[in-house]
């Protein structure tokens, strides 16, 4: 099963740090935070990844270019006839990683639409590239398949600024704008997705996945939600990036999964 994962936003509320860089490649610790969601899914066997690239998308090209070269040991013979021996492997040699420019401006649903030629089978996971998550993948692919839902999304309660969802028997049966004070669930992405559910819902490149695809679906009554109590942060601003660095700093980050 592919992992789609939504790395071409402009991240304007972490300018500091993405003028320079996407909001994926931002650090935790000395990787990405895409490399520790990317992490997280392998984990539980699934390593073939498409990534959705907009703003800066060269960066992200250029890391998994260059993965190789930076996270091993290596001799060079130099001169006419160079030659190169790695004298490590990493843990990430069996990932398969397709990058798409899906354009700077393109909406999430347009990003979504415009990778799907490259999904084979009816189901695929997807997430967002700025927020990590102890989430049960294995669980959620099974809620999904037993809901009979199109689409299943993580539900996590963080602070009160996002919109809340209405939940009823594990389907999701309203969207809510922002509550002042609501512990409530909000879509924590960690998507399961069938394809031929989704596809027709997405309408052009201005087309916002949790607008109109996922309001009918819920309105139709087949997007599913499950419930994640557990650990779950996304890095909208500097605070969130600090939280991010000093939980992994102290080797305790409860995303850690491998």
């Known amino acids: 099963m592919k992992v789609v994962i939504l790395c071409g936003g402009l991240g304007t509320r972490l300018r500091e740090e993405t003028e320079y860089r996407p909001k994926p490649m931002v650090p935790v610790g000395n990787r990405p935070i895409l490399w520790h969601i990317m992490k997280h899914y392998a984990s539980y066997g699934y390593k073939e990844f498409i990534l959705c690239l907009g703003y800066k998308g060269e960066v992200i090209k250029d890391y998994f270019r260059n993965y190789h070269?930076?996270?091993s040991d290596v001799t060079m013979k130099l001169g006419k006839n160079p030659k190169i021996t790695?004298?490590?492997?990493h843990d990430e040699e069996d990932w398969t990683v397709?990058?798409?420019?899906?354009?700077?401006?393109?909406?999430?649903?347009?990003?979504l639409s415009?990778?799907?030629?490259?999904?084979d089978e009816e189901e695929f996971l997807l997430t967002y590239g700025d927020g990590v998550s102890d989430v049960n993948i294995s669980k959620a692919i099974e809620f999904h398949r037993a809901k009979g839902a199109e689409v299943t999304l993580t539900a996590v309660r963080p602070g009160g600024r996002f919109g809340e969802l209405g939940l009823e028997s594990g389907m999701v049966t309203s969207f809510l704008e922002k509550p002042e004070d609501s512990p409530a669930y909000i879509n924590g992405g960690f998507f399961v997705m069938n394809k031929k559910g989704i596809a027709d819902l997405l309408t052009g490149d201005d087309c916002m996945l949790e607008r109109d695809p996922l309001e009918k679906l819920s309105?139709?009554?087949?997007?599913?939600?499950f419930e994640h109590n557990g650990f779950w942060q996304c890095m909208d601003n500097l605070r969130e990036m600090a939280l991010l660095n000093d939980l992994w700093n102290s080797g305790n980050a409860p995303w850690k999964s491998w």
């Open 69 to 71: 070269w930076n996270t």
């Open 219 to 225: 309105q139709a009554g087949k997007l599913a939600a």
């Open 98 to 111: 397709t990058m798409i420019d899906t354009g700077d401006k393109t909406m999430t649903g347009g990003r």
């Open 86 to 89: 790695w004298h490590k492997c």
């Open 114 to 119: 415009r990778v799907l030629k490259f999904i």
